[in-house]
């Protein structure tokens, strides 16, 4: 299984991908790019990868025929979410070559793990967590020592873009909180001074080769990513070096193969804390597609076809706007609309990525624009305009 597959292989050789939302599309278009097909196992009919791969396996994730099928068609298979049951990505792994692997996977999709993961790596990666306890019954919320006060109760399983969270102050807030989440397990963290956050893009090859990208500054609203700018205007060479070392220590303690996007907080004193990872490519990271050598999509393809990894140097500075599916609406009415996409390319620099979805709602990922300009302030006067436009 050690074995490269070369886009040139004929017929075309067919990588796999668990999953049909926009990451999975982005990696579609790098591989097909590449010369290869892309097989996408998601069980609805019509999703943003599944409208643009050439084999569409319209099961539920656990269907064994399903993933025969996958493993069948396929030379090398990888997941585009990281809630995929990680027991598929074991069954797909023992019949394919399968990037990240299913240990991996099961590490990021589960905070607890996750976060025993970090800890026991900081001798390597010289940087913690944030302080924090398992809350799996009320025994232990009455046992919460009062510095993780106030905080925030994150479910273990399953949170993304800000949901499953609550921020808590008192014992009684987490008590409410972990009633109100239906009492699943729960970790509960200490609520720390964020001065800006930062997302280092990692990839690792099936030879043990990693690259680190430049550090992204991301600012968050409503608990998802609205911008990515790199270089960040607040990092010091110092905090990137330090969040680029850790990354390359933790990527290489998980043995992981594909790519890895790993979120850290800079607090006000400077500290830097490692706060969550994503076995995949990453929102943060779409400002690689047309600011980087080798955009993080197609690092994926080539760690996944165990291709020699390609370069990451920036070229240009970039800003990285979500569009969510609140531009479709007017003010805070419902009428829908179409965002004027013809003042947003005229902007300088503008790279507009739209991702097929035909049902705009508020708060949905339905596309980005990437800002490249030869100056960080000319990125920049372009997303302000564009944030003016799409309102
Ligand atoms: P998600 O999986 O939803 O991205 P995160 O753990 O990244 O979950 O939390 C979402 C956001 O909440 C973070 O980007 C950060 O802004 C804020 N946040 C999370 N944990 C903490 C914390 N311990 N202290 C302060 N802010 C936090
Ligand atoms: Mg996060």
């Known amino acids: 299984m050690t074995e490269a597959f070369l886009p040139t292989a004929t017929p075309a050789a067919v990588l796999g991908v668990m999953g049909g939302g926009q990451l999975g599309r982005m990696f579609a278009h790098a591989a097909q790019a590449m010369g290869y ?21 319209a099961t539920p994730y656990t269907d064994p025929d399903g993933l025969a099928e996958l493993a069948r068609q396929c030379v090398a298979i990888t997941t585009e979410f990281e809630n995929v049951p990680a027991d598929s990505m074991a069954w797909l792994g023992e019949r394919s070559f399968v990037a990240p692997s299913a240990s991996c996977v099961s590490i990021a999709q589960d905070r607890i793990a996750e976060k025993r993961f970090f800890v026991d790596c900081a001798p390597a990666s010289s940087v ?6 398992t809350i799996a019954s009320y025994a232990d919320i009455d046992a919460i020592d009062d510095a993780l006060l106030p905080g925030i109760l994150k479910t273990v399983r399953m949170g993304y873009d800000g949901k499953g969270q609550v921020r808590v102050r008192t014992r009684e807030d987490v008590r409410a909180a972990f009633d109100s989440m239906g009492g699943v397990a729960c970790l509960l963290e200490k609520m720390l001074p964020l001065a800006y956050e930062v997302s280092v893009l990692t990839a690792r090859g099936a030879d043990g080769q990693s690259v680190v990208y430049p550090i992204a500054e991301n600012v968050h609203r409503d608990g998802i990513l609205f911008t990515t700018t790199v270089p960040g ?36 004193d400077g500290t830097l804390v490692v706060n969550e990872m994503a076995p995949r490519p990453h929102n943060s990271g779409h400002y690689t597609i047309d600011a980087c050598v080798t955009s993080q999509f197609a690092q994926q393809v080539r760690a996944m076809a165990r291709l020699p990894l390609g370069e990451v140097r920036q070229h240009s500075p970039a800003v990285m706007l979500n569009i969510l599916g609140d531009a479709w609406f007017e003010g805070d009415g419902d009428t829908l609309r179409e965002p004027a996409w013809d003042r947003i390319l005229a902007l300088p620099g503008a790279n507009l990525h739209l991702y097929g979805k035909d049902d705009p709602r508020r708060g949905r990922k339905m596309g980005h624009v990437t800002f490249v300009a030869p100056t960080l302030d000319q990125a920049s006067a372009s997303l302000r305009a564009a944030c003016a436009i799409l309102g």
């Open 37 to 57: 097909q892309v097989a996408v196992l998601e069980p609805s009919r019509v999703s943003p990868a599944g409208q643009v791969a050439e084999h569409l396996i």
């Open 128 to 133: 913690m967590p944030a302080p924090h306890k």
């Open 233 to 268: 205007p607040n990092v010091s060479a110092a905090c990137a070096k330090q969040a680029q070392d850790a990354a390359t220590a933790i990527v290489a303690q998980l043995g992981y193969v594909g790519v890895l996007c790993i979120e850290f907080f800079v607090l006000e």
